[in-house]
T-cell receptor
């Protein structure tokens, strides 16, 4: 149980185009979903936290107009990288917290397999 | 200063060896400490979870937290080639959902 999927797993796009990445909780409803970015040989950096039906909360330094997050349902969140540039090339990972937990004990985030974005 | 510091390695050991992975952290408010395993091009999976100070054992894995020195460790006994992965430590404040990760240590177990 508690499986999170991401689509696509790998995407290549041209500079200036927009890319949408989907994050789905397959067998549970997710109160909260998180989006992380991971550069090669570096750690996961939280980009934003989103709750179903409300606006995402972005971490300091993350451009909300560039990284659009939509959490339209309890099982789906999307991240759209608008006007992508080569420096946006990274591994994007989402995680989800089941609705049956408070999400406040640190062990309740289930991670997706990640999406590798390459911007040419 | 990063909130969680971790030696990125790489660390290479022979099969069967005991592996010690370590992190230090600076946020005194951290109460929850996690170790995640991440295989190449995959998302992290939770390996060990500890609340406050103390030890926790699960099979070949032991997690230790020393809040007085802000030091967390993961020990792997009888290491196997399948343990080869990047290991990430993370801390979290009680009542908050945000996880703060270390850089990750790339571990290779040689047959």
């Amino acid at each position: 149980g508690a499986v999170v999927s991401q689509h696509p797993s790998w995407v290549i796009c041209k500079s200036g185009t927009s890319v949408k990445i989907e994050c789905r909780s397959l067998d549970f409803q997710a109160t909260t979903m998180f989006w992380y970015r991971q550069f090669p040989k570096q750690s996961l950096m939280l980009m934003a936290t989103s709750n179903e039906g409300s606006k995402a909360t972005y971490e300091q330094g993350v451009e909300k107009d560039k990284f659009l997050i939509n959490h339209a349902s309890l099982t789906l969140s999307t991240l759209t990288v608008t006007s992508a540039h080569p420096e946006d090339s990274s591994f994007y990972i989402c995680s989800a917290t089941p609705s049956w937990t408070s999400g406040q004990t640190g062990d309740t985030q289930y991670f997706g397999p990640g999406t590798r974005l390459t911007v040419l | 200063q990063k909130e969680v510091e971790q030696d990125p390695g790489p660390l290479s050991v022979p099969e069967g060896a005991i592996v010690s992975l370590n992190c230090t952290y600076s946020n005194s408010a951290f109460q929850y400490f996690m170790w995640y395993r991440q295989y190449s091009r995959k998302g992290p999976e939770l390996l060990m979870y500890t609340y406050s100070s103390g030890n926790k054992e699960d099979g070949r894995f032991t997690a230790q937290v020393d809040k007085s020195s802000k030091y967390i460790s993961l020990f792997i006994r009888d290491s196997q080639p399948s343990d080869s992965a990047t290991y990430l430590c993370a801390g979290a404040v009680q009542g908050a959902q945000k996880l703060v990760f270390g850089q990750g240590t790339r571990l290779t177990i040689n047959p």
